[in-house]
């Protein structure tokens, strides 16, 4: 009785060692819905998870195109295995060392090339589980400003041309008149350089009658369209006639008075960009970082200014200090009042302030209803964002290198902005928090190479942005 009894234990016991094991070791690799871009020579973050967030450490990572057995990075054993590792990634393609016990199985990619525009594969192996997940990576690049040239094969029938080089992907070329409407032209010519980019060339014919027409290259990404426009001059054309020459004086006085309008518009709104600046300014704040509040993998500078991801630490436990997001408060904490403070930033980070009452155990979600308004920015062309629920994606024309925070305690609103171009860049509107409590300026960093800086309060007189 006493052996079926151990037999029966012995069974039990292993069945639910098995069972723990199982279930420890069973996950999946997720990895984002939409492309990652960037340009050409920046750097490139692609970014894979493991759902739940188990260690990945003792795991197989393998990143690979379309060859399998020629991996972009393969870590395994504990190390990189660089020995079928395609030569086009060597020294380039790396992980986060530091964040695989959080699941963090991304690949960074430095110095990005064309060549590496396309489909990128996670895999994850281990002794009872195999997932993968396919991350696309777009590789775009912003041509040069068109130039229009005129050229006349003769008699009273020219052709207008319009070119431009170095965009990937092909753009859209389009010709309008002087009132903005389409001119049919041919399709575009396209050329390709050493580097895989892109140059484009347009043709549409002009009559004598013809006098201003603009060409549009618009590019994929979101920014400005580039544009050129060329007036044809009257004496171009053999024999102008009278209502010719009027036309042409009349579109030149009508642009004349639209450039004075244009200019004078642009000084007043200058002025007034100027003087909101100067408003914001006058609340400068001196803000440095809290030490005590700060997680064990953060490495501060002495005078509080500037912080990094760095190699974990021990340090003492207490109440303030987060124990698994990547954050530090500062010092000095507001009531009242407007405070304002500009930041140098790095490639992976998330700014802004916090109530004093928001959760710092554990892993939380930094939103408004969790006391938390931040932007955030993860270095590749798609990660830039407010941190609202869901996030709300902000215009990557506007991230900035040097980031103004403006926090307005008794308007309840952190404003953000861009310093170099005094740019408005979002609002939250919806902080909520008990009259009284603390808020606090808060910071978040994996970046092991660059620091998030602290800038030194900022005078209120400062010059004018000039046009460019």
């Known amino acids: 009785m006493e052996s079926d009894q151990s037999q029966w234990l012995f069974l039990t016991l292993l069945f639910l060692q098995q069972s723990c094991v ?149 753009p859209a070329v389009i010709w309008t008149d002087r009132d903005g409407n389409e001119v049919t032209s041919q399709p575009p010519t396209v050329d390709t350089d050493s580097q895989g980019l892109l140059s484009v060339s347009s043709y549409i014919p002009v009559k004598q009658e013809s006098n201003i027409f603009s060409c549009l290259v618009r590019s994929a990404l979101p920014e400005p369209d580039w544009g050129s426009q060329l007036h044809i001059p009257r004496d171009f054309f053999p024999a102008p006639s009278r209502w010719m020459v009027a036309l042409f004086l009349t579109a030149a006085v009508t642009v004349a008075a639209s450039v004075l309008v244009v200019i004078q518009w642009r000084r007043m709104d200058r002025e007034e960009k100027l003087a909101e600046w100067r408003w914001i300014c006058s609340a400068a704040d001196a803000v440095t970082l809290d030490p005590d509040t700060a997680h064990c993998g953060l490495s501060l500078s002495e005078d509080g200014k500037r912080v990094r991801w760095g190699q974990r630490k021990s340090l003492s436990d207490n109440p303030h200090r987060f124990d698994d997001w990547p954050c530090v408060v500062s010092r000095e904490a507001f009531t009242s009042g407007r405070h304002y403070w500009e930041v140098e930033v790095n ?97 978040w960093t994996l970046d092991q190479y660059r620091d998030l800086e602290l800038l030194p309060a900022v005078s209120v007189e400062i010059k004018p942005v000039t046009d460019s």
């Not at 393969?74 to 190390?79: A, E, I, N």
């Not at 594969?121 to 690049?141: F, N, P, Y």
């Not at 130039?147 to 008699?155: A, D, E, M, R």
């Not at 830039?384 to 990557?396: G, I, V």
């Open 22 to 170: 199982s279930r420890s070791d069973t996950f999946q690799v997720r990895g984002p819905a939409v492309p990652v871009f960037v340009f050409p020579g920046e750097d490139a973050v692609l970014p894979c998870y493991l759902s739940p967030d188990i260690s990945a450490e003792d795991l197989e990572i393998r990143w690979f195109r379309e060859d399998y057995t020629a991996p972009v990075c393969l870590f395994r054993k504990r190390t990189y295995d660089h020995t079928a590792q395609s030569s086009d990634y060597r020294d380039r393609a790396g992980l986060f060392l530091q964040e695989l016990h959080r699941g963090n199985v991304s690949l960074t990619l430095r110095d990005v090339r064309r060549s590496d525009h396309g489909q990128y594969t996670c895999m994850v192996v281990s002794k009872q589980v195999e997932d993968d997940t396919v991350i696309d990576l777009g590789v775009r690049a912003l041509g040069s400003q068109p130039s229009v040239s005129l050229h006349s094969p003769g008699g009273d029938q020219a052709q207008l041309l319009c070119r431009s080089e170095g965009w990937f992907p092909q």
């Open 347 to 443: 490639r992976y980070w998330r700014i802004g302030v916090t109530r004093e009452s928001a959760e710092r155990k554990g892993r939380f979600s930094f939103s408004p209803q969790r006391g938390y308004w931040c932007l955030y920015s993860d270095s590749d062309w798609s990660g830039f964002s407010a941190l609202t629920d869901p996030e709300t994606r902000l215009p990557l024309s506007l991230r900035p290198r040097k980031l103004g925070v403006c926090v307005d305690i008794e308007e309840r609103k952190v404003s953000f902005y861009t310093v170099e171009s005094r740019a408005h860049v979002y609002t939250f509107t919806d902080m909520v928090f008990p009259q009284g409590e603390k808020i606090y300026p808060v910071f």
